[in-house]
């Protein structure tokens, strides 16, 4: 299987910092590579796809980049809500597999 | 709006069996594909199961770790898909979550069931 490695695991930062997430795959994956948001208590919700292209609705201060098998999620000018816990997650066959996560917490 | 709900976690006994339930709405069920994604603390987001559409012939696949104890099934004219959990270990305890898959990544999820294994 192919292992998704996640760094960091926590960040702590404040409202309007830039921020970002990077995710490592064992293998080449090309662009096939998701990012999720989690909100305590809630379902993670998809925000990227095809390691760049933005989920319906997802805001635009969201970005990602990144192919074969370094990857990044960037987060412009953070706000309240986008605190939570962020997954990738490689859509290259099967079976898909995430990485461990990485908790944003406010500074 | 894409719903999709899930029903049937619980406390169980180790060796004993579940049957968890998700009813859909909002898309065209038929056409969709269905995984079973499962959340602990001791191995995060697990995919589990998933279940392909009548046009690719309702293949399903399972990870490893179930393989030979769960089955994944669907009712079309129900918009629901199942997840039979037999020979129940405690390493299965955690949140189960339905998703729809769209290019094998998860593009809706529903609100998760729990499920404990203990006795």
């Known amino acids: 299987d192919i292992q998704m490695t996640q760094s960091p695991a926590s960040l702590s930062a404040s409202v309007g910092e830039t921020v970002t997430i990077t995710c490592r795959a064992s293998?080449?994956?090309?662009?096939?590579l998701a990012w999720y948001q989690q909100k305590q208590g809630k379902s993670p919700q998809l925000l990227v796809y095809?390691?760049?292209t933005l989920a319906e609705g997802v805001p635009s201060r969201f970005s990602g980049s990144g192919s074969g098998t370094q990857f990044s999620l960037k987060i412009n000018s953070l706000q309240p809500e986008d605190f939570g816990s962020y997954y990738c997650q490689h859509h290259y066959g099967t079976p898909p597999t995430f990485g461990g996560g990485t908790k944003l917490e406010i500074k | 709006e894409v719903k999709l709900e899930e029903s049937g976690g619980g406390l169980v006994q180790p060796g004993g069996s579940m049957k968890l339930s998700c009813a859909a709405s909002g898309f065209t069920f038929s056409d969709a594909w269905m995984d079973w994604v499962r959340q602990s603390p001791e191995k995060g987001l697990e995919w589990v199961a998933e279940?392909?559409?009548?046009?690719?012939?309702?293949?399903?696949y399972y990870a490893e770790s179930v393989k030979g104890r769960f089955t994944i099934s669907r009712d079309d004219s129900k918009s629901s898909v199942y997840l039979q959990m037999n020979s129940l270990r405690a390493e299965d305890t955690g949140i189960y979550y339905c998703?729809?898959?769209?290019?094998?990544?998860?593009?809706?999820w529903g609100q998760g069931t729990t499920l404990t294994v203990s006795s």
């Open positions: 293998e080449n994956i090309y662009s096939y």
């Open positions: 279940i392909r559409s009548k046009a690719n012939n309702h293949a399903t």
């Open positions: 998703t729809r898959v769209l290019g094998l990544r998860f593009d809706y």
């Open positions: 095809n390691a760049k």
